[in-house]
């Protein structure tokens, strides 16, 4: 199985802004606005991303730009966010070819459904990321 994965362990607010399609300035006011939103800093003060604040950041897009919720309903929904990657490690993704749908949710457990999601938001990611750098 290939593993797809961001291989950086750090990115700048620039590769970031690429990386999620978002503005620069959108990144900074919801740092301001989502308490789970915060990046460390460098020693000279610029913004230094992880693979966990992309993930947030990509989940927080969700909330807000496609299912419509308000900054304050986001909040709601992320004072109950887990994220599924605690420890930094690179996930591996199932191709999308390698089974059918059906085969790939009778692998998760009833009450997955939070991760077969993010799951799906993370290989969009991933393949819009792979079709940028080609």
Not at 32 to 42: D, G, I, R, T, V
Not at 51 to 73: A, F, P
């Amino acid at each position: 199985m290939k593993q797809l994965g961001i291989k950086k362990l750090y990115y700048s607010i620039s590769e970031v802004s690429k990386i999620t399609d978002l503005e620069q300035y959108v990144l900074r006011y919801w740092e301001s606005e989502f308490e789970q939103l915060k990046p460390a800093k460098n020693r000279a003060g610029n913004r230094i991303y992880t693979n966990k604040d992309i993930k947030m950041i990509l989940y927080i897009k969700k909330l807000l730009r496609d299912e419509r919720y308000t900054i304050e309903g986001a909040k709601q929904v992320l004072q109950s966010y887990i994220p599924d990657d605690e420890t930094g490690e690179q996930l591996e993704l199932i191709p999308s070819n390698s089974s059918t749908p059906s085969q790939q949710d009778a692998a998760l457990k009833p009450g997955d459904n939070r991760l077969r999601n993010d799951m799906v938001e993370i290989k969009r990611f991933f393949e819009e990321l792979l079709v940028r750098l080609t």
